[in-house]
């Protein structure tokens, strides 16, 4: 079975906690970076082609399913600890893979709940489903944000949108950092502490008098003037676990040269180091790109418009 799954760009929360609610997600799908692999029924686990994070993923995925094994070839992968949600792309790719091998009858959300994925975030599920732009309910919260283990514990969907297809998202992926693994972000996000009620108020207003209108009527300034807000107050939120708003200079750097060539908003995707900025124009995402390659020394650059579909299987 080839199966294939997409990276998300993970653009902050509204909520930090708030009415016995924790976090609450917003976010998209990418068409690049993207995993792509041939997974096969197998004694043991045998991988092929991707780094020793994706044997880790397969591996977990296998003892997590208690299936045999499987064997899998990977064509493409999406970088881990970058900020692109690869371990739950990837691992629910492979899950959802084995689940049709081997006949278990489990569904997406069946198998996100199995793997644990969904602590904090809801993103990734629903980006990995349905493709888009998603926002998600948050989870409920006494006292400390418990490890995910049924469908009921998942973050719920709330809201899912087409992304203006023209739009698009220039990436810089700062070489040599890594943002949080699994372990170290169940610390950071484990007992979410609230906002100040008027930045909370004003997270929900962007939110929902803005970010939200600015997509379904195709207004780029709006939304990237309501996403470069929410930014500022989750990386200010975060700041003291991350060292600053931003993760490390280079991507803050990065940034900057995406705002001054006129990138209508900006932000740094979940833990980093990949931020991003979105234009409606190729010309000006190729002006970004070249700059960003010429001032930083070293980066990773990709040009992505947002995936409006799902996970693929065959």
């Not at 799954?5 to 909520?15: E, I, K, Q, T, V």
């Not at 349905?130 to 514990?153: H, W």
């Not at 979410?192 to 300034?221: G, N, T």
């Amino acid at each position: 079975m080839l199966v294939t799954s997409y990276a998300r760009l993970h653009m902050g929360f509204y909520r930090f906690l708030d009415l016995n609610l924790a976090y609450g997600s917003i976010g998209v799908s990418l068409e690049h970076p993207r995993f792509q692999a041939e997974v096969y029924k197998h004694d043991g686990v045998d991988v092929r082609g991707g780094d020793l994070e994706v044997k880790k993923v397969v591996e977990s995925v296998v003892g997590k399913l208690g299936v045999s094994g499987a064997k899998v070839v990977v064509h493409e992968q999406i970088p881990f600890h970058v900020g692109l949600g690869a371990t739950t792309q990837t691992s629910l790719a492979i899950a959802y893979a084995l689940n049709e091998l081997y006949g278990l009858g489990y569904t997406v959300e069946q198998l996100a709940a199995k793997l644990g994925r969904g602590f904090n975030s809801g993103v990734g599920l629903w980006t990995f489903k349905y493709g888009g732009f998603v926002v998600d309910s948050g989870r409920v919260f006494d006292g400390i944000l418990r490890p995910v283990s049924s469908v009921e514990d998942l973050p719920k969907l709330l809201v899912r949108l087409v992304f203006p297809s023209n739009w698009i998202f220039v990436l810089a992926m700062p070489k040599g950092f890594k943002g949080k693994d699994e372990v170290s972000e169940v610390k950071s996000l484990e007992k979410p502490r609230a906002l100040p009620q008027e930045l909370q108020c004003e997270l929900y207003r962007l939110l929902v008098s803005k970010l939200l209108p600015s997509i379904a009527l195709e207004d780029l300034k709006g939304f990237g003037e309501a996403l470069t807000r929410i930014q500022e107050i989750v990386g200010d939120y975060f700041a003291s676990e991350q060292g600053g708003r931003f993760c490390c200079e280079e991507t803050f750097e990065a940034i900057k040269i995406m705002k001054k060539l006129g990138a209508a908003g900006v932000g740094q995707s979940s833990w980093g180091p990949t931020c991003y900025g979105v234009v409606d124009d190729h010309n000006k995402a190729l002006k970004i790109v070249y700059e960003l390659a010429g001032k930083l020394s070293d980066v990773d650059v990709v040009v992505s418009s947002a995936r409006n579909a799902g996970f693929e299987f065959m």
